[in-house]
């Protein structure tokens, strides 16, 4: 049975993006919201999404006014019936998704595939007692959906090679690049950027290089489009800690444990462009910017090394877990966050021994197990 027709449940910015990506990609795309107003004002994204993607030259006309023709309410889950996939796009509630899952269920028979678009939740939580289980995995975008190309396909212990193999197919048909992964926290990329700003801060409390000379450094010597401080103010301090919060419950590793200075930033009330003040400070939304000096070069080049070598550390690690093979690893930071090049890549590039030798180094200086070096990174090295 191949995917003709795709459900999505949960009409917010998210759901209205898959609605839209599906129909784009010839799917029958049903839209549900249990909220009346909710289920309209996705539909009218949708539509609105559709035309100003015809200004822009992403598509044309007639791409957009078939796509909006194959996009209907559904105001009862009984109306997804038929639907071969369904799509949850529901908040970040386990107890709300699993019940949700289970009505999905109900309404949509047993061949249907279920696949949440969770970001943060065990996939196998989720569905944990459901019938057919093995037709469940994860499908998650990334925001917003129309333009991020990144698709991780989550694999539960239960899920099927059917269910894996047509939801990766349906990912292509959208036009998006699915990577497959196993069920594990933060999946691929939320996993392996967390070195991202948690090293930068790391850098940040000993005090030596200021938040914004560590953000000019990522930039403009490694090539990221935003620095970790920039980010974390335009997505939220205090979302940032919960993140990082959320990773250190389901698993108290020590490379994962929260910065003070996150925590002291959201107990001060600084949690970034929406508070107006962060890292930086803001004016009507726009962010005031003096002169950073600049360090040396030898000190922007340790500011750099030491981030990235702790993302190819984390991606290690990952791999090294069956989370997904050092090749899909890298295409998901590229494809997920624009990242200039995979954490693996990064690691050829600097040298296996060279980034080994830089995690052991700090170890021994510091003492502190967070720079213990994955298994899979230390035989790189020995290669």
């Known amino acids: 049975m191949s995917v003709e027709r795709v459900g999505v449940a949960g009409a917010g910015t998210m759901g209205a993006g898959i609605a839209q990506v599906a129909a784009l990609g010839g799917f029958e795309t049903l839209l549900h919201d249990p909220d009346r107003d909710a289920l309209e004002t996705g539909l ?3 539509r609105s999404a559709l035309a100003k993607g015809v200004s822009k030259g992403l598509w044309d006309e007639e791409d957009a006014e078939a796509a909006s023709a194959r996009v209907a309410g559904a105001r009862g889950l009984e109306d997804l019936t038929g639907c071969e996939l369904v799509v949850e796009a529901a908040p970040e509630d386990l107890r709300l998704k699993r019940s949700l899952f ?6 949509c ?3 249907a595939i279920l ?3 969770t970001s943060s939740l065990p996939v196998g939580e989720i569905a944990a007692g459901l019938p057919h289980a093995d037709l469940v995995c994860g499908m998650h975008f990334f925001n917003p959906p129309a333009l991020m190309r990144l698709v991780e396909v989550v694999a539960t212990g239960e899920s099927s090679s059917h269910a894996l193999a047509e939801v990766t197919e349906v990912a292509r048909r959208m036009g998006r690049e699915p990577v497959r992964c196993a069920d594990s926290p933060g999946f691929i990329v939320n996993r392996c950027n967390r070195p991202f700003a948690l090293e930068s801060l790391r850098i940040l409390g000993e005090g030596e290089v200021a938040h914004e000379q560590i953000d000019a450094i990522l930039r403009s010597e490694g090539g990221y489009p935003m620095g970790p401080f920039e980010l974390m103010d335009l997505i939220g301090i205090d979302v940032n800690l919960e993140v990082a919060r959320s990773f250190y419950r389901q698993r ?3 490379r994962w444990q929260p910065h003070p200075i996150q925590e002291e930033m959201v107990a001060a009330g600084r949690l970034g462009r929406k508070s107006g003040r962060g890292f930086y400070e803001y004016a009507d939304g726009e962010r005031r910017d003096g002169d950073v000096a600049m360090p040396a070069a030898a000190e922007r080049r340790a500011v750099l090394e030491r981030v990235v070598c702790q993302l190819a550390n984390e991606a290690a690690f990952a791999a090294g877990e069956g989370v997904a093979p050092p090749d899909d690893i890298d295409a998901a930071m590229r494809l997920g966050l624009n990242h200039p090049r995979g954490p693996f890549e990064w690691a050829r590039e600097l040298g296996p021994g060279h980034v080994v030798a830089t995690l052991d180094g700090l170890r021994a200086a510091s003492g502190d197990e967070r ?9 790189l090295a020995k290669r």
Do not use: I, S
Request: glycine share 4%; hydrophobic share 40%; no cysteine.
């Open 44 to 46: 009218a994204r949708v």
């Open 102 to 107: 289970a009505r999905l269920r109900r309404a």
């Open 109 to 111: 028979g047993p061949d």
């Open 115 to 117: 696949a949440t678009n």
């Open 252 to 254: 108290p590793e020590a």
């Open 371 to 379: 720079y213990q070096v994955a298994p899979v990174l230390r035989e």
